[in-house]
Structures are given as structure tokens and as C-alpha cells.
């Protein structure tokens, strides 16, 4: 029988034997594939959806600036999670249960509470992962092998806080305001257990919603405790505008302080001249510092495909930087011929170096975390937060 050239085209074989293309070439060419379960609904939805995009902007930088993963194209899958536990767990399976093992070499979380759910299930089947979270928990090699923190922990940032008002103030009086959620509990025992150790004395610890919406009878108490500096911890600017508005209007003369996620300039845009001189925690670089390289280069790539030239929030910045620094985890296991998920694993315990074009200090791990920060200060008046002060090693 006679097989025409459409006939040969129909088959794979065929396809890859017309273009010269072996079969096992052809196989090769598979996409690597990066899981990305993010809140793009719910409380969160609007750093959720920052992420997203820096992903997206992400897979396009690996794949066409950094030339693609030993041969194959990096592909984004994306989840929504809603900012739930149960919602994010069904998402993590439902990727799982579809995606190929030889494929599926990296997953990205929500929060604290879904990470710590899904860690045992990360454990058996020995994916790599990181999340949003930054939970001093999770950063055990021994128990998480898998886990990767894209960061300090929230104990390693809120050690970095207690550090400076040690210098500046010792025995100062210390504040707690902290969510009722796993993301505002996580540190909250540390710092107790180090602020006793540097004689900076608790005279208040307030436990509220994730979404506040009424600051006053928090700040009331407050302002009976009279600290000297205030630590907030478990919100995602859904708590730290109104804080530091409503202590204003009540005369509350404390230093409000906060971690990564209050580290953002919509705090300014929200509160106002009230946040200035927040102190924050923050360990990539800003967008509108052009001095860093990798900002250069996410606004060319952005130029590229047509997108708006304006501000980046943190929430992306962080998210591209875990974009692009596990697609150069996974180029590093291709060269080295372990394009596998433990390959994965030990390409990323020794990327000491690689800042990802200054997005970070350092990808040297210490027990599977990035434990350098800066302190920042916010300054309403320029709409910005400015380094107060140099890297901060914290293991």
C-alpha cells in the first residue's frame, strides 16, 4: 500500500523522519513544567495576581533570554487557591494526579497553612517546592527535604528587627500585633523567647482577624501598654495602613515595624503621611531601583511584549525571582545531565553563585532558607521605602 505525505505527517514518527528530527529528540523536546498555586481570589487576590503575572513574565525570561532548559521549554501551570487551605490541597492534587514526574519538576504554594498541609504528600513523592511563605517551620532539611524558602524566615526577619531596636534602644518596651492565622502566629514565639534574651521587655501582644477593619480598640490598648516599638506580623498591607493611621489619630508615638509583606509603598499610598518611618523587612530589590540589573532587564522584557512600563509591586518582584532562579536551578541539573526532581534539589543546594541580577544578597542556603535581609524605612513624603541599613546575615 502506498502511504502518502499526509498520511506520514499524521504520525510522530513521520513528522520527526520529515524534518530530519530523531524520535528521541522529538521526546526530548517535552516542556519542563513549574506549578504555580497562587490566591488570585480571596483576601490576597491582589498580590496573588502580581505573582501571576511575574511568573508568567518569568517562564518568557528563562525561555527567551536565557534560552530555554537544556533544550526544552520551561511551561507555568497555574491554580488558584483563594487564600484556602482545603481549595489550595485540592488544586496541589488535581496537578499531581495530571502531571507527569519526568515533567513536573517544581511546585510553588500559597501560604503557611497550605505548605505545612501539603508537606508530608511534598515528602512521599519528592517534589521540589517553595511558597509564598516564609515559615520558619518549613525550613527544616531534615524533616522538609523537599521545602525550599526562598528567603529568611519570618524568625529571621523578626530577629533582624529586634537586632536594630536592641542598638538604637536597649530595653526598650516591644508591642505585638499579630493575625489569628498560621502566616501571624509562626514567629510569635521566637521573638518572645529573643526579645527576653536582649532585655526588650512585651508589655503587649493584640491577636486580630487577617482583614481588620476597625484599628481602634487594638490601638486603645496600645497606647495603655506604651511601647516603644510596635511588631506587626501576619498581614499583607490588610491591617498595617489603618494600624498606623488610627495611632496617629489617638497619639500613639511607637515605632510601627513590620516583615516582608509590609514592605510594600501601597502602605504609603493607603495610610498616607502616617506611615512614614515604618520599618520594614525586605530582601529583593525594589522595581524603581534601576541600578539593579534584573530590574533592567524585567523592563525590557516587559517593553517587549507591550506591557505598561510602571511601578512593580514586591509581590512581584519576589515572584520573579523565584521564576527565574528555578529555571536556572533547572538549566544547572540539564548540564549536568540530572533533569529530575532530586536533580532539582541538589542544583539548588549549590547556586552559592548566583543573586540572580541582584535580586537577592545570596542563594547560599542555610537549612534550606536565604537568611539575609535589609532593614528599610518608609518615607511617605518620596512614596518609597529607603535602605536604613547594609545586609543583614542571620545564620
Do not use: C
Amino acid at each position: 500500500m502506498k502511504i502518502t505525505r499526509r498520511q506520514l505527517l499524521q504520525t510522530g514518527i513521520g513528522t520527526a523522519a520529515a524534518f530530519g528530527v530523531p524520535w528521541f529528540a522529538r521526546a526530548q523536546a517535552r516542556p519542563v513544567k513549574l506549578a504555580a498555586l497562587l490566591p488570585l481570589t480571596g483576601p490576597f487576590a491582589f498580590a496573588g495576581n502580581a505573582a501571576l503575572d511575574a511568573f508568567r513574565d518569568a517562564t518568557d525570561y528563562v525561555n527567551e533570554v536565557m534560552g530555554g532548559v537544556g533544550g526544552r521549554k520551561l511551561e507555568l501551570i497555574v491554580e488558584d487557591t483563594g487564600y484556602d487551605v482545603a481549595k489550595g490541597t485540592a488544586a496541589f492534587n488535581r496537578v499531581i494526579g495530571k502531571e507527569s514526574p519526568e515533567e513536573l519538576l517544581f511546585v510553588y504554594g500559597d501560604s503557611t497553612g497550605l505548605s505545612k498541609a501539603l508537606a508530608p504528600e511534598i515528602a512521599r513523592i519528592g517534589v521540589p517546592y517553595s511558597a509564598t511563605s516564609y515559615s520558619s517551620e518549613l525550613a527544616d532539611p531534615e524533616k522538609y527535604p523537599g521545602i525550599w524558602v526562598f528567603g529568611p524566615t519570618y524568625s529571621d526577619m523578626m530577629e533582624a528587627l529586634l537586632r536594630y531596636i536592641h542598638e538604637k534602644k536597649p530595653g526598650a518596651r516591644i508591642a505585638l500585633v499579630h493575625s489569628n492565622s498560621e502566616f501571624g502566629r509562626d514567629p510569635i514565639p521566637y521573638v518572645k523567647k529573643r526579645a527576653a534574651q536582649l532585655g526588650l521587655p512585651i508589655v503587649a501582644e493584640e491577636v486580630t482577624p487577617l482583614v481588620l477593619s476597625d484599628a481602634t480598640p487594638t490601638i486603645l490598648k496600645l497606647r495603655q501598654a506604651k511601647p516603644d516599638f510596635v511588631l506587626t506580623q501576619g498581614y499583607v498591607l490588610t491591617a498595617e495602613p489603618l494600624l498606623v493611621k488610627t495611632a496617629r489619630e489617638y497619639g500613639l508615638n511607637a515605632t510601627f515595624m513590620g516583615t516582608y509583606y509590609s514592605s510594600e509603598v501601597i502602605l504609603m499610598k493607603r495610610a498616607g503621611p502616617a506611615a512614614d518611618g515604618f520599618i520594614a523587612t525586605y530582601h529583593n530589590a525594589y522595581s524603581y531601583d534601576k541600578s539593579v540589573p534584573a530590574v533592567q532587564e524585567i523592563y525590557k522584557l516587559r517593553a517587549s511584549k507591550g506591557k505598561e512600563p510602571g511601578y512593580l509591586t514586591t509581590f512581584y518582584m519576589g515572584a520573579f525571582f523565584v521564576g527565574v532562579a528555578v529555571g536556572e536551578a533547572m538549566r544547572r541539573a540539564a548540564a549536568a545531565g540530572e533533569l529530575t526532581r532530586p536533580g532539582i534539589t541538589k542544583a539548588l543546594g549549590k547556586m552559592w553563585d548566583y543573586d540572580a541580577m541582584g535580586l537577592i544578597h545570596s542563594m547560599r542556603f542555610v537549612n534550606h532558607r536565604l537568611p539575609y535581609t535589609r532593614l528599610y524605612r518608609a518615607n511617605a513624603g518620596k512614596g518609597i521605602y529607603e535602605p536604613l541599613t547594609d545586609w543583614l546575615e542571620l545564620a
